[in-house]
């Protein structure tokens, strides 16, 4: 017959020896097992073994199994991305406790992780320069994936931010230099990393020739009314009637149809449309 010490190695095959012969005294005692682990739990080495698990009430968020489960598949998922056990025993180890907490589930924590590290790590350099710069977040995989992980950060606000900094670099490798505000504005309007991209491609070839036809004829154009990217963003982007207007009479074409989800389509070299959001 199996004692009960290796009865409670058979439970809880993860746990340190000292626990276990505690539990395995405190069951051969009393002969109840919810006994014998509610003593364990109630000890300050259990706390540091598995921190967060213990809600205010003494009640435990996960068993010991399932928890050391659950940070062995945090540990898997950042192995997936190259992530040595290492360096993910040192990610996690601020990260635990919180991540328990918070219940983050493995699925949840897998869906984190890939979306930055294809969002962002595996991105082009000005996504990666214009996330670090704008989230304070040095350029190394650990500090990039130690904010995809906070648990104090919602799922919603690391994919926000994954897609702002998509659309600021793209904005950076089109040769425009645009602040987070201006991102997340258009971020909210619905431009994602691919559109951002033809946006921006649309606005280095046209603006420098929509400011030639400012300048048609030898006229002079205050700086203030240069037809620049904010323009151009108001009027394709947002259906801004004044910055459209100005835009068809510039244009000097019979019409220019302007949509934010229309596709450029063109007349000459003149744009009439805009590709859909």
């Known amino acids: 017959m199996a004692t009960y010490?290796?009865?409670?190695?058979?439970?809880?095959?993860?746990?340190?020896?000292?626990?276990?012969?505690?539990?395995?005294?405190?069951?051969?005692?009393?002969?109840?097992?919810?006994?014998?682990?509610?003593?364990?739990?109630g000890t300050t080495e259990y706390e540091t073994l598995f921190p967060g698990n213990k809600r205010a009430d003494g009640t435990v968020k996960f068993d010991e199994v399932t928890y050391v489960g659950l940070k062995e598949s945090?540990?898997?998922?950042?192995?997936?991305?190259?992530?040595?056990?290492?360096?993910?025993e040192s990610l996690l180890q601020n990260r635990l406790t919180s991540l328990i907490e918070g219940e983050v589930s493995a699925r949840e924590f897998q869906q984190r992780v890939g979306a930055?590290?294809?969002?962002?790590?595996?991105?082009?350099?000005?996504?990666?320069?214009?996330?670090s710069t704008n989230y304070g977040i040095d350029l190394t995989q650990e500090s990039i994936f130690l904010g995809a992980i906070d648990p104090s950060v919602g799922e919603d606000i690391v994919s926000?931010?994954?897609?702002?900094a998509q659309i600021g670099g793209e904005a950076a490798k089109a040769g425009f230099d645009i602040d987070l505000t201006t991102a997340e504005k258009?971020?909210?309007?619905?431009?994602?990393?691919?559109?951002?991209?033809?946006?921006?491609?649309?606005?280095?070839?046209?603006?420098?020739?929509?400011?030639?036809?400012?300048?048609r004829g030898g006229k002079a154009v205050a700086q203030e009314d240069v037809f620049n990217l904010e323009k151009f963003t108001e009027?394709?982007?947002?259906?801004?009637?004044?910055?459209?207007?100005e835009l068809r009479l510039l244009e000097s074409e019979e019409e220019s149809r302007f949509s934010p989800i229309g596709g450029p389509a063109r007349q000459g070299s003149r744009v009439t449309g805009l590709t859909e959001y």
């Open 5 to 41: 010490l290796e009865l409670a190695k058979s439970l809880y095959p993860n746990m340190p020896d000292t626990l276990l012969n505690m539990f395995a005294d405190e069951w051969a005692e009393t002969g109840d097992s919810n006994v014998a682990i509610a003593k364990v739990r």
């Open 74 to 88: 945090y540990m898997g998922t950042l192995s997936e991305y190259g992530i040595s056990r290492e360096v993910s």
């Open 116 to 131: 930055v590290f294809q969002g962002v790590q595996e991105n082009i350099q000005e996504v990666q320069d214009f996330y």
């Open 160 to 164: 926000g931010k994954i897609t702002t």
């Open 186 to 215: 258009l971020k909210r309007a619905g431009l994602n990393q691919q559109q951002a991209r033809q946006f921006f491609s649309l606005a280095a070839d046209q603006i420098p020739r929509i400011q030639e036809l400012q300048q």
């Open 235 to 245: 009027a394709m982007v947002f259906q801004s009637p004044d910055e459209a207007e």
